[in-house]
């Protein structure tokens, strides 16, 4: 049999569609249109609707018109219900139908027959839906050689035409090894071509180890997404991993668009690079029959077409309409955006303790220690193994007296022990996912037997929520987070190592919830981490499985990696493509997960991983210790530069994440989001941004002595930010390398604030001064953002407690200017230095303070570099002021 | 805006109960104070420029070498002076300046971030002095005890020397008596093959006496049962009536047969029936036990069965080696159990031998075995005194060439165990030689190393010892374990933990690795407080 039911549908190719538009079931109120479309084959009538979504986004929804019963809709993942616009049809013959989607001159043309949308921009075709008739609904049936198929088989004609779908094997079950998926509903997959003429590269739909465009997959497996425990995953390959976001990002000089895909079931997408075959069809929009184009094609198990179709125009735009649907990333904590020790495991309290004290010995910052699975007691999470661990309090404490912080895990699988209260509660509240034949679903994960609690259930994940409570977890304190692994969920002996599609969860199978399942469990948790501090406290939680909306709840990394060279490289373009759908909080286990690195991979992939957004090492329990004062003075000594560089460096991590929650635009970017128009960005995924003004070039070859990084921007200059060298953007430059650092730019025209004095962990930084680095763009002029607030709690959003600045330096005059003139946040923090680059030696330098007071300052310039460094103003942060060089 | 105008600072040294003022800028030490003057410009301690002192502490770092901004965080290299007072100075990083952690127990680290800190030096003071104190005592009598551990370690290596050289020279001795035995053994056998040959001989001719009488007897018996009507002729009919004698075995002797096997003649008078007899006696039964039956073909199954044991056995066997590890060792306890069970039940009855027993050796022969007997066991137990011998010294040689340290003081640790019983295992230490693990409760020993080498240090190589190559981990390395020695009065495994995947860490402590006392002050009290 084959690996996935779903793949039938690929077998379908591409043609006429059998299905078509009934215009006279043509519905249409203010902000939907709908209508019916038949399958001329075997008479299924499904019934398609049409949204216009405010900020240019358009959703299309396909369902069954009268399904035997009703079929999954995602919930829970859109914010709320998107906001519509009006439509109108503008033009209809007996074919078709054109409805304004207002904006610039765009329409969408319906074709009845066969049935096709297209999106056209004034003349230009933007994406056609079925245009190469791969629409496929397979409807809910009655299972023939039942008896109720004898009695609903009255209901209509259409179970006529049903006898051309002869019963194929695998229709009503399914076995895959030795698992037997009974599939009481029948095959009831879905499917849909887009086609995107002029569009040459896509991106996105994560979670898959492999470049950052996507690959045209004819000829191989399609990309497959399908939450899974994957053991020691195999890189440039399309199958599933641990996540499942279905957005898919096209990009091309003219525009940049996003299809999201909302389905939960397993989904797999075909992509493929043709040339664009439009023409007869539409007379009157115009291609250019050389026009390069991409087709994809979506296919998912069950549940409904439901799809928004985004429309740019500007990849921020995308990021935009993606976030009003689904929501930003949360605001974490500074300290989680801070370093992370992590280890399956650390062994017991001493252990805990041996190692922070190593970081103080060495001088190196870190911000959270994590506990694995052993820290349990016996795999019972919520408790604690009561000889390693039997004062977690005095351990918290001790981390609390170093203003450090602690990670436990809690996944999802529950011990089955009637000892064991979270079991007994669960069991006992029903709250269990059920198998086929409704007693409660148990499948083997570390503590042996478990059952999993069903967090498509409010009740439950509410219940869920209320165990992270300070009296419900005992020995937890307000410096302990969490980190849920295993969500996918991960049933050591289920099928592909997941849980059996047809076990219930409610009234729906686990085949139509799956890839939601690891979304749940980091809502509950986060939730539980917000209830526990009664709203006060901002929540950190890690998860391994996620879904679209995911980043609503905390980070997400790549799972078990390994400490290979192609696992260093391919983190970049992994996160890259999280960042793209909205998850920026990404990273990969520094070091690699499994398999023991040499020195040099582990000092580059801190280098590397210093300058991506979630930064945490991690290694099996089989491996050798690795802390990072083990490899020798040297390597230490590198990697204690290598952290210090991203505790400087904080102020900036964590603007952009305040602008990330603000406005959905990724911290880690691909360079084509900045420079949409350069078509040699398109395709690199070795370097990236950070937020707009900082590029990145990572060192991932063994023994590298230098690198090509390329420069973007005509016109424009970068600055090294070790050297302070200037470059000319729009060039590729070959940077030679030590073992040192990684090649990092700062872009002319940016300001960027840091911390330069690094402590041990960024709760001991969070009043220290800031330096503001002005790289001058070849204008002569800068831009940068300040944000400080309290670091840790709501009260940014609740009451407004922040300060946020607009740092701007044009005409020799550098000036602070309030962003929220209706915040208010006091801060100690001050302005210890300026460094301005790429400027010329002026003779005075004044500062202009709010109250009107001047004085002057003093100041360096090293000529050979143009550097100018201004001494100490002196100056709040949060307060206005002006600088005049003369 | 925070300018911390905090140039100087009081510093209060208390020393013999006396406050003495010694003015200085914040976290500076004594030794450096004359560099921070207050009436000049201060130059950075690199000599990299010089700035005005009003320029020091100013919590803006000046100087690359961090020394203008000693008691502020301003510089990323800079370092802070506690002075501790009834305890012990300190430099902290000068990021750990008013970063909210009290770091110096005199709390002058903390001047301006709020944190709540104790002083806790004359604590700390006291705390240290008690066991630097216990330290000292444990240091003084371990190094006491060291003492004699290498006196006795000297001596016994001198004894052991020696020993050897005795039995190098009792050795040869040895040889010699060995080689003399052996000729008067070889001697001695000579004489007694040759009588025992002659005995075997005389009883052989004496058995085929026996034989040839008994065959005759038979052949008597048999012309008697053969001659049904006693006419003294044993006739072809008479023959004729045993059909076991048929020769193409067809199932009758017909009369031609008979005739045949009685040389043509029609009948045989007692005399011609003895050319007859050879070629009936093997196949002729005799009437009187005719209904005996035959015996069956046991021996070939009692042959046959073990060796297709044999055969077979290596396939299960390596089957399993590759499937399942486990469950392979219990298995091959049960293949040797069976190995061992099989003869003793299987082995087949010793075929019984009509003939009687060889009669006993004759006197002269017997005295020649005995003789000859007593030569070699004169031999064979000198020749096992020797090999006894040969192993003492490789024994003694193998203990002398172990290191044991410079003074021979790890001696006392040879063909030792330490054990130390954890809440799950029993460790045990046997120094070089092995470390191991067993579980409290049952189940079987792991290797946690064999003797590797000393690893410590450079400049002390004998405070860890290595063991390596221990049982193999799951997907993971050999397991191997690190002792680390400290000085103790007593000799005890103190603690083991797992750091890594099967990489273990004893602690054990030893009076042989106590340091002499450094001993100046009879009374620790006084400079500790400096």
């Known amino acids: ?886 | 805006m925070t300018c911390l105008h905090l140039l100087l600072t009081l510093v209060f040294a208390v020393s013999l109960g006396t406050p003495v003022e010694i003015q200085r800028p914040r976290g500076v030490p004594l030794t450096k104070k004359q560099f921070y003057e207050e009436s000049k410009p201060f130059t950075c301690l690199d000599g990299s420029r010089t700035i005005p002192f009003d320029r020091v502490n100013d919590d803006y770092c000046d100087c690359k070498d961090g020394s203008d901004e000693p008691g502020t965080a301003a510089c990323p290299n800079g370092s802070f002076h506690c002075t501790n007072a009834g305890y012990r100075p300190m430099f902290i990083p000068s990021s750990r300046i008013n970063d909210g952690i009290c770091d110096c127990c005199d709390t002058t680290d903390e001047y301006n971030s709020g944190a709540k800190c104790e002083n806790t030096c004359k604590e700390l003071g006291r705390k240290e002095r008690e066991v630097l104190q216990k330290m000292a005592e444990i240091t003084k009598e371990g190094f006491l005890l060291k003492q004699q551990l290498i006196e006795e370690a000297k001596k016994g290596q001198q004894e052991k020397q020696s020993k050897v050289t005795d039995m190098q020279e009792n050795k040869k001795q040895l040889d010699e008596k060995v080689e003399a035995l052996r000729t008067v053994k070889e001697t001695a056998e000579q004489p007694e093959k040759e009588a025992k040959e002659r005995h075997l001989k005389a009883w052989e001719e004496q058995k085929a006496a026996i034989r040839l009488e008994k065959d005759k007897a038979k052949m008597a018996e048999t012309f008697l049962e053969l001659d049904d009507n006693a006419d003294g002729f044993v006739s072809v009919s008479e023959l004729q009536s045993h059909a076991e004698l048929d020769p193409d075995a067809d199932g009758t002797l017909t009369e031609i047969e008979a005739q045949g096997l009685m040389g043509g003649a029609e009948q045989v008078d007692t005399s011609t029936f003895e050319s007859v007899w050879p070629k009936i006696k093997d196949k002729y039964h005799s009437e009187s036990q005719a209904e005996e039956p035959a015996p069956v073909e046991t021996p070939p199954d009692e042959v046959k069965e073990p060796v297709v044991d044999n055969d077979s056995e290596p396939y299960p066997e390596d089957d399993i080696s590759e499937e399942e590890d486990e469950d392979d060792e219990d298995e091959d306890d049960y293949h040797e159990d069976d190995d061992k069970a099989q003869p003793t039940i299987k082995t087949p009855e010793k075929t019984h031998e009509d003939e009687e027993a060889m009669p006993p050796y004759d006197a002269d022969t017997q005295a020649l075995i005995d003789a000859a007997q007593k030569a070699r066991d004169d031999f064979e137990e000198a020749e096992k005194a020797l090999r006894e011998m040969d192993d003492q010294i490789r024994n003694i040689e193998k203990e002398l060439s172990f290191d044991f340290g410079p003074d021979a003081e790890f001696t006392y640790l040879y063909s030792q165990c330490y054990e130390l019983t954890t809440s799950e295992y029993i460790y045990r230490l046997c120094p070089f030689n092995r470390v191991s693990q067993k579980p409290k409760y049952g189940g079987s020993e792991t290797n946690l190393g064999t003797w590797g080498s000393w690893s410590g240090p450079e400049n002390n190589k004998y405070l860890l010892m290595k063991y390596e190559q221990g049982t193999g981990c799951w997907q993971g390395p050999n397991r191997s374990t690190t002792v680390k020695l400290t000085c103790g009065k007593e000799t005890v495994v103190t603690s083991t933990s797992e750091p890594s995947r099967c990489e273990y860490l004893m602690e054990f402590t030893t009076p042989a690795v106590c340091q002499e006392p450094a001993n100046i002050d009879p009374s620790p009290h006084d400079h500790v407080e400096l």
């Not at chain 1, 095959?187 to 040459?200: A, C, H, K, Q, R």
């Not at chain 1, 329990?621 to 490899?631: Q, V, Y």
């Not at chain 1, 550097?867 to 060089?885: C, E, F, M, Y």
């Open chain 1, 1 to 886: 049999c084959d690996m996935s039911e779903v793949l039938r549908q690929r077998e379908l190719k591409p043609g006429q569609s059998p299905y078509r538009a009934l215009l006279d079931t043509l519905e249409l109120s203010n902000s939907r249109l709908s209508l019916q479309l038949i399958n001329d084959n075997n008479k299924v009538r499904l019934l398609l609707e049409l949204y216009r979504l405010q900020g240019n986004m358009t959703r299309v929804k396909i369902n069954e018109l009268k399904p035997l019963k009703p079929r999954y809709e995602v919930p829970d993942v859109l914010l709320s219900h998107p906001i519509t616009e009006a439509l109108s049809v503008v033009a209809q013959d007996e074919n078709s139908l054109v409805v304004s989607l207002g904006g610039k001159d765009q329409r969408l043309i319906l074709s009845a027959q066969p049935f096709r949308l297209d999106i056209v921009e004034g003349s230009q075709v933007l994406m056609s839906l079925n245009s190469r008739g791969l629409l496929a609904f397979e409807h809910l049936r009655t299972r023939k050689d039942t008896i109720s198929h004898k009695i609903s088989s009255t209901v209509g004609s259409m179970w006529d035409s049903l006898k051309k779908d002869d019963d194929k094997p695998g229709m009503w079950e399914e076995t895959f090894k030795s698992h037997t998926d009974s599939k009481p509903n029948g095959p009831t997959s879905i499917s849909l071509d887009f086609s995107l003429p002029g569009v040459e590269h896509v991106y996105g739909i994560p979670e898959h180890a492999d470049t950052l465009k996507l690959k045209n997959t004819d000829g191989s497996d399609p990309y497959r997404l399908y939450n899974l425990d994957v053991f020691q995953y195999e890189l440039h390959n399309p199958m599933a991993l641990y996540g499942a976001v279905p957005v898919l990002i096209s990009h091309s000089t003219d525009r940049t668009m996003g299809i999201f895909w909302l389905n939960a079931a397993e989904t797999w997408v075909d992509i493929s690079s043709n040339t664009t075959m439009f023409g007869k069809i539409l007379d009157f929009v115009q291609v250019s029959s050389e026009a390069p184009q991409t087709d994809v094609r979506w296919m998912s198990e069950s549940g409904i077409i439901d799809v928004f179709i985004m429309l740019g125009p500007k990849p921020a735009d995308v990021f935009t309409q993606y976030a009003s649907l689904t929501g930003t990333q949360s605001f974490p904590p500074l300290s989680a955006l801070a370093y992370h020790q992590c280890r399956w495991n650390y062994n017991d309290q001493e252990d805990v303790k041996t190692v922070d004290q190593g970081f103080d010995e060495h001088d190196i910052p870190y911000d959270f220690i994590w506990l694995d699975i052993e820290h349990a007691d016996g795999k019972r999470y919520f408790t604690w193994d009561p000889s390693k661990f039997p004062q977690p309090k005095e351990m918290l404490q001790g981390l609390m007296d170093k203003r450090r912080k602690l990670v436990a895990i809690v996944d999802p699988h529950i011990k089955v022990d009637s000892g064991y209260k979270i079991h007994n509660e669960i069991r006992s509240k029903n709250f269990y996912v059920k198998n086929k034949d409704g007693g409660d679903y148990e499948g083997w994960c570390w503590p042996g037997n478990a059952g999993y609690p069903d967090f498509t259930n409010p009740e439950m994940r509410t219940w869920w929520a209320s165990q992270f409570a300070y009296d419900q977890y005992e020995g937890s304190m307000e410096n302990q987070y969490i980190w849920n692994d295993m969500n996918e969920p991960s049933v050591f002996n289920g099928p592909e190592v997941t849980m059996h599609k047809d076990a219930l969860h409610g009234v729906w199978e686990h085949r139509d919830v799956h890839n939601l399942y690891g979304l749940y469990v980091q809502k509950a948790t986060a939730d539980g981490l917000i209830q526990r501090s009664e709203g006060v406290q901002r929540p950190f939680v890690l998860t391994r499985a996620f879904f679209a909306g995911s980043q609503r709840y905390g980070a997400v990394w790549t799972g078990d990696n390994a400490a290979e060279w192609g696992h260093l490289k391919i983190s970049i373009p992994m996160c890259l493509s999280l960042g793209l759908v909205g998850i920026s909080f990404c990273g990969a286990d520094v070091g690699g997960f499994f398999k023991h690195p040499s020195a040099e991979l582990l000092v580059r992939w801190y280098q590397a991983g210093a300058y991506q957004p979630f930064f945490r090492a991690h290694a099996h329990i089989d491996t050798p210790r690795r802390e990072p004062w083990l490899f020798g003075p040297e390597n230490t000594a590198l990697i204690r530069e290598a952290i210090r560089q991203r505790y400087a460096l904080l102020p900036y991590w964590y603007q952009l994440f305040y602008n990330a929650h603000r406005t959905g635009q990724p911290v880690m970017r691909p360079l084509w989001v900045e420079y949409p128009d350069d078509f040699a960005t398109f395709s690199i995924e070795d370097e990236y941004l950070i937020g707009k003004d900082l590029l990145v070039h990572p060192v991932t070859d063994e023994g590298a002595t230098g690198v090509t990084a390329y420069l973007p921007g005509k016109g424009e200059v970068w600055y090294d930010v070790h050297t302070f060298q200037k470059h000319d953007g729009d060039q590729s430059l070959y940077i030679p390398v030590t073992m040192s650092s990684i090649p990092v730019f700062q872009r002319g025209g940016s300001i960027i604030c840091r911390k330069d004095r690094v402590r041990r962990s960024s709760s001991c930084m969070e009043n220290d001064p800031y330096t503001l680095y002005v790289a001058l763009g070849s204008q002569g002029s800068a831009e940068g953002e300040l944000y400080i607030d309290d670091f840790h709690t709501f009260s940014f959003e609740e009451a407004k407690q922040f300060v946020h600045r607009r740092l701007s330096f044009s005409a020799n005059t550098l000036s602070s200017r309030n962003l929220a003139p209706d915040s208010q946040f006091s801060t100690a923090s001050w302005i210890e230095k300026i460094v301005i680059f790429g400027g010329s030696q002026p003779s005075s330098a004044t500062l202009k303070s709010a109250d009107g007071t001047e004085s002057a300052l003093e100041f360096e310039f090293d000529s050979t570099l143009a550097v100018l460094t201004l001494r100490k103003p002196g100056v709040n942060a949060a307060a206005d002021w002006t600088i005049v060089l003369r």
